[in-house]
């Protein structure tokens, strides 16, 4: 399991695209697959074009990990 860390970042090891899901499951604690999982759920039940964008932000806005 990855060490605990402060503040949201994006995960230079957990990534597929921009590392914005393994982020958030190295910040929640939770596994990434698990994050990846609920992320396309969620962007599915919302038509996915909401979901999508949500990440884009996240992509721009949360710094990588050193």
Partial sequence: MAEP?????????????GGVCGGLAEWLG??????RALFVLVSVLSAAFP??????VLWILMPERD
């Avoid at 939770?30 to 994050?35: E, F, G, I, Q």
Wanted: charged residues 15%; aromatic residues 8%.
């Fill in 51 to 56: 979901g999508i964008l949500v990440y884009v």
């Fill in 30 to 35: 939770w596994s990434p697959n698990l994050v």
């Fill in 5 to 17: 860390r402060n503040g949201l970042q994006r995960s230079r090891t957990q990534r597929m695209i």
